[in-house]
């Protein structure tokens, strides 16, 4: 009786021991893609965090250069066809 029982608790553990590494086996490839399209996102979004810190530096620059440079103004005023008083301006459009 005493040996049945020893027999017994072994073939439990052995099965639950099993029933374990199955379960984690089950569990760890969906987890495991979940985290690479974590990563993905995560690396997408840090490329757009990089372009749009460039996006700001750039407008920063030219802000910086509207109150310091007159004549940047005055060429950017020009490129939308602004005049000053008086001036007499011809455009020409090269599309075709």
């Known amino acids: 009786m005493?040996?049945?029982?020893?027999?017994?608790r072994r073939m439990f553990f052995v099965v639950a021991i099993f029933c374990v590494?199955?379960?984690g086996l089950m569990t760890i490839p969906p987890?495991?893609?979940q985290l690479e399209g974590f990563q993905r996102k995560r690396d997408a979004l840090r490329a757009q965090i990089a372009e749009k810190e460039a996006e700001i530096k750039g407008l920063k620059?030219?802000?910086r250069r509207?109150?310091?440079d007159s004549s940047f103004v005055e060429r950017v005023a020009r490129e939308n066809h602004r005049v000053q008083?008086?001036?007499?301006?011809?455009?020409?459009?090269?599309?075709?």
């Open 66 to 68: 509207f109150l310091q």
């Open 31 to 33: 987890k495991y893609r």
């Open 61 to 63: 620059e030219k802000q």
């Open 2 to 8: 005493n040996k049945l029982i020893t027999i017994l």
């Open 21 to 23: 590494v199955a379960v």
């Open 85 to 96: 008083a008086g001036e007499l301006v011809f455009v020409f459009d090269d599309r075709k």
